[in-house]
Every structure is written in structure tokens, then in C-alpha cells.
């Protein structure tokens, strides 16, 4: 079938105008590289003769240089590049009434701070307070912090009282300098007072305060000799500071300065060490650290509910887990008449293929074997005071399976009278390992292998009041007696929570046996996709090995 397609009118204009604009017509294209522009007008910013479009343009870096990114360090007190000498800022050690501060006075900060470590070793009392900063772009953060009045005392013993507020860290620690020899450039200064203090900024005094700033009282070239009623400091650079520090600079930050940048730098060099925990990484607030896990702040919170109620048993060596309900347990109605209809109406269809009828039981009495379920007696019927709730059975057929052709499928999501035992309980985030990521390392080496974890959800057990709520009904297809009350008492698979209970206990029994049989363990945190286990080695007789070695701790 032919059509022709015509381009509609709008769209057409905009082609047309970047087409006299010397663009091609994939300009604005996502992915769009200089290299690939097709542009037929030279591009002109800076007199540039290169045929591309302006908006692509980039500097040409100096032929000498050996690769496209120039390399810098700096610090909160000493900046080093090798096209420039050794810059140092203002900061003083100044005493407080119960001990020194490490003080950095910034011309560029209208506001002051205090590390809350400091904060709270100078035993400051804070008033409640939001912050806002404006970040790159124009966004506006608010921040809840304290608001501190901190002393510091002057050469002459007076105190002096700033307003600051706490924030968790200023910058990075101060690195130990090399300035012996500094004081030779000014008159009448000795080497003791232009000692520079090292180690954590303890507080920045921002311009609003201008007036007990360090005033310029000697300079030489671009090192000036400062001043205030704390004491004398020096800051900017001098030929002569290149040569002492260039190998005694301790602790800086390396930096890369790159012609593109991305917009995630800019918020980590505006938020002034002020950082969101959780990181939840998935939220809009704004706070959150780029780069961090994917949950969301409610994830956070259930993950940390579900490990805070998972306990070890190192006698017995097996798991606890206590679920995290969100809704009050004793919510739940008695249940037992509808889990009694439901009964009846799955032993009908059961009894309509002995086979399947038979399978069936082979399953619960498997379960009562393995400890995964056990028959209440009357008397734990009658003395138990605490929240009751029977969950539902039935066979699933699959006609494909030769060893089970029918399963069973305990339902907690029925809804009985509005309550549903899955809206109980929360879900926590999704541990799984990056699907992408397994089948790359499985493809990765010669040889394959794969693996199962049997039973992974019934090796956690489960507290009384998740048994209670986790009752069933079962008379071994008997239809002319009552049935008996079972309860659950391991982590059931269909249950809300129960993939991450089961992966995090995965995790946390391959950290415990990390250090005994570190392979097995690493298999088991980063090749593992809920209970298949899938890696690669080099042969057969590697993977041979990792068997006899791990397989026994794997299973």
C-alpha cells in the first residue's frame, strides 16, 4: 500500500528556518554531535570556521594538552593548579569559651554556619528554624535546622557573638601547609602568627558581619597580609608558595574542569553538606543524593521496618520475621465461616480426580513434615486472646507438569467484609538484582550454570501473631467430620512482603558467612534473581569446583 505523507504545516516552518539557519535537519536532535552536523554555513562564535551549527560549538584545547579535561585540585583552604600558584583563603583559629573554632571568613556568603558537631561540643542551645538556600537555577530548598548564637573571643578577651546555623558540614577538612618562609615578604611579622590551623571548618562567618572581616594590612604581589581583632591571616597566592607547598599539600579534593558539565555537580557544589536521610533517591524533594538506591522515602521506611523485625537464631541458626503491619492486627474479623465455604466447594472439585485429589494432601502433609505448617490443638484454640484470620486454599491445575500437576495457592488477597490481610501489611521496595545485568554475566564467560534455592520463602519462620492471622482449614478430603485449624508458620509465598523478607534474609546469611566462603557469598548478593542462581566461569572444571566448594552452602 503507498501514501504519501505530507509534513504538516508548523513543523514544516521550524525545518525551514533552521535550514536558513545553516542547521541540518537533525540540529535538534537528541544525540546530535558536531562530528555528525551536516551544516553547510560555518558556525562563526569566535570566529570559528568549522562547518557546524553555533550550538554545538566547543574551544579547541591547546595542542600541548594531552587529553580534553584539564586537572585541578583544591580544598576549603588551599587551591593547587599547575597553570597557577598555591591559593590560600582566610581562615583563622579563633578561641570559644570552650575551646578553638576553625573559622573561614567567606566575602561570598551573606549568611553564617556552624558544623552541628561543633554545635553541640560547644554545648550551643538552638532555636528551631528553616533555612532556605537558592540553588543553581533559581529553585528554592528549605531546610530544618537551629539557629545558634556562638562566642568567639578576640585578641583582646571580648567576646563576640555571631548568629549561625547549623548545617551537618561546611567543606573539606583544612590540608596541612608548608608556609615557612611567608613571613620574610612582610615587615614585622613572625612566623608563629601566620600559622594556619588544620583539620574540619568548624563555622563560616559570611559577609553579613563585613565589618570583622580581615582588612588587608601588608601585601606582596597577590599574597595579602590581613587583619582583624582575632588575630592576622593570609590569603591569595605568591610565586614563592608554589614551590614550598606543590608536595606538601595533604588532603585535597580533586576536581576536573570540563567544558560540559552536568546539572547534578552544580547541586552537589550548592548544597553546603547538607544531605536527606534516607536518600531515597526516587522522590522530588530535592534533598535527596543523586546516584543513591531507587526507593522512595515510603520504601525507605518499609525496608527498614521489615529488617528492623528480622531476627537470627544463631543457636538453631534459622530467621524470625515479624511483618510489617501497617494496620492494627485486631482489625481482622473471625473469617472461619467463609474459609469453611471455601473448603467445601475445593474438596468438590478435587474429588472429581482422585489424582489430583491425592496430590493435593501429599502437598499440606508435605508441609506439616517440613514444619512449614502444624494443627492447632484445642487447647491453644481456646487460650489464644490475640488476633485471628484464615486464609483461603485452592489447587491450581498445570497439565504440563509431569511431578505437579496441581498446586496450592493460599489467597491473601480475598476480600472478606472490606478487609483484605495483604492491605494489612507493607510491601517494602524491590531487591531484585538487575535482570539485565545476570543474563550479561551469565553470557560473560564459556561455561554456565544455574542454580535453586529450595524453599527460599519457608526457611524464614514467622512470630505467633503472623501464624494466628495465617490459619487455614484442612480434613484430609474427609467430608463427614469438622475440619481441622492449621496455621502457617513460615513466610508464605502470595503474601505482600514476603519476596523482600526472603531477600533480605538471603542477603544478610551471605554477609554473615562473607569472610567463611567468600565466593558463595558473592554469588548470592549479585547473582541471584529471588531463588535462582545463574553466573559463568571460564570451564567446566571451574564450575565443577564452585559446586563442590559452595554448593552445599547454597542450598
Known amino acids: 500500500m503507498n501514501a504519501d ?65 584539564a586537572s585541578a585540585s583544591g580544598s576549603a583552604s588551599v587551591c593547587n593548579n599547575n597553570e597557577i600558584e598555591t591559593c590560600l583563603l582566610q581562615i583563622q583559629r579563633i578561641p570559644t569559651k570552650n575551646g578553638f573554632a576553625n573559622v573561614l571568613w567567606d566575602t561570598g556568603a551573606s549568611l553564617c554556619f556552624i558544623t552541628n558537631a561543633k554545635a553541640r561540643a560547644e554545648s550551643l542551645k538552638g532555636i528551631k528554624t528553616k533555612l532556605s538556600i537558592i540553588k543553581v537555577g533559581g529553585e528554592s530548598e528549605n531546610v530544618d535546622t537551629f539557629k545558634y548564637k556562638l562566642p568567639l573571643i578576640d585578641k583582646q578577651g571580648k567576646t563576640v557573638v555571631f548568629d549561625v546555623y547549623g548545617i551537618d558540614k561546611i567543606t573539606s577538612p583544612i590540608p596541612a601547609v608548608n608556609i615557612k618562609g611567608i613571613s620574610k615578604l612582610f615587615k614585622d611579622v613572625s612566623e608563629e602568627e601566620l600559622t594556619r590551623p588544620t583539620g574540619e571548618v568548624d563555622a ?98 518499609e525496608l527498614t521496618l521489615i529488617e528492623k523485625n528480622l531476627s537470627y537464631n544463631t543457636r538453631e541458626k534459622f530467621w524470625t520475621a515479624e511483618y510489617p503491619w501497617i494496620r492494627d492486627p485486631f482489625d481482622l474479623p473471625d473469617n472461619r465461616r467463609a474459609a469453611f465455604g471455601m473448603l467445601i466447594s475445593t474438596e468438590k472439585r478435587l474429588s472429581k480426580n482422585k489424582k489430583h485429589a491425592e496430590i493435593y494432601q501429599q502437598q499440606i502433609q508435605d508441609m506439616i513434615n517440613r514444619d512449614v505448617a502444624r494443627k492447632l490443638t484445642q487447647e491453644e484454640l481456646q487460650e489464644y486472646k490475640g488476633p485471628a484470620h484464615y486464609i483461603s486454599h485452592h489447587e491450581v491445575l498445570k497439565p504440563d507438569s509431569k511431578s505437579t500437576p496441581v498446586r496450592i495457592v493460599f489467597n491473601s488477597s480475598a476480600n472478606y467484609m472490606g478487609h483484605v490481610l495483604n492491605e494489612y501489611w507493607a510491601k517494602g521496595p ?34 505467633m501473631i503472623e501464624q494466628h492471622t495465617h490459619r487455614f482449614l ?31 534474609a538471603l542477603r544478610k546469611t ?21 531463588d535462582d542462581i545463574i553466573n559463568s566461569v571460564d570451564n567446566v572444571e571451574t564450575a565443577k569446583k564452585t559446586y563442590e566448594r559452595n554448593g552445599n552452602h547454597l542450598e
Not at 545476570?438 to 520463602?457: H, P, Q, V
Not at 481441622?484 to 512482603?497: A, L, M
Not at 551471605?510 to 534473581?529: G, R
Open 5 to 69: 505523507f505530507k509534513t504538516s504545516k508548523p513543523v514544516q516552518e521550524r525545518l525551514n528556518t533552521l535550514k536558513e539557519r545553516g542547521a541540518c535537519w537533525s540540529c535538534l536532535r537528541r544525540g546530535h554531535r558536531i562530528q555528525d552536523c551536516t551544516s553547510k554555513k560555518p558556525c562563526g562564535v569566535n570566529d570559528c570556521k568549522r562547518f557546524h551549527h553555533k550550538t554545538l560549538h566547543e574551544e579547541e584545547q591547546d595542542k600541548g594538552s594531552p587529553t580534553d579535561i
Open 204 to 301: 563560616l562567618i559570611g559577609y553579613e558581619y563585613a565589618d570583622f572581616h580581615p582588612l588587608k594590612e601588608q601585601s606582596s604581589g597577590h599574597l595579602l597580609l590581613l587583619r582583624n581583632q582575632f588575630g592576622r591571616c593570609v590569603g591569595g597566592t605568591h610565586p614563592v608558595l608554589k614551590g614550598i607547598n606543590e608536595k606538601s599539600l595533604i588532603g585535597t579534593i580533586h576536581a576536573h574542569h570540563v567544558k560540559m558539565a552536568r546539572i547534578e555537580d552544580f547541586y552537589n557544589m550548592e548544597n553546603l553538606g547538607i544531605q536527606c536521610m534516607p536518600r531515597c533517591g526516587g522522590c522530588k524533594c530535592g534533598k535527596c543524593s543523586l546516584g543513591s538506591n531507587a526507593y522512595t522515602i515510603k520504601e525507605e521506611k
Open 430 to 463: 524491590d531487591l531484585l538484582n538487575s535482570l539485565l545485568g545476570i543474563l550479561i554475566r551469565f553470557r560473560e564467560n564459556e561455561t554456565a550454570f544455574i542454580g535453586d534455592i529450595k524453599k527460599m520463602y519457608h526457611t524464614v519462620r514467622t512470630g
Open 474 to 504: 484442612w480434613r484430609n478430603m474427609d467430608v463427614t467430620r469438622e475440619p481441622d485449624t492449621y496455621v502457617i508458620q513460615r513466610v508464605s509465598f502470595g503474601d505482600k512482603p514476603s519476596g523482600t523478607i526472603a531477600t533480605v
Open 510 to 530: 551471605a554477609e554473615m558467612a562473607k569472610e567463611k566462603y567468600p565466593q558463595a557469598s558473592n554469588l548470592l548478593i549479585n547473582n541471584t534473581y529471588m
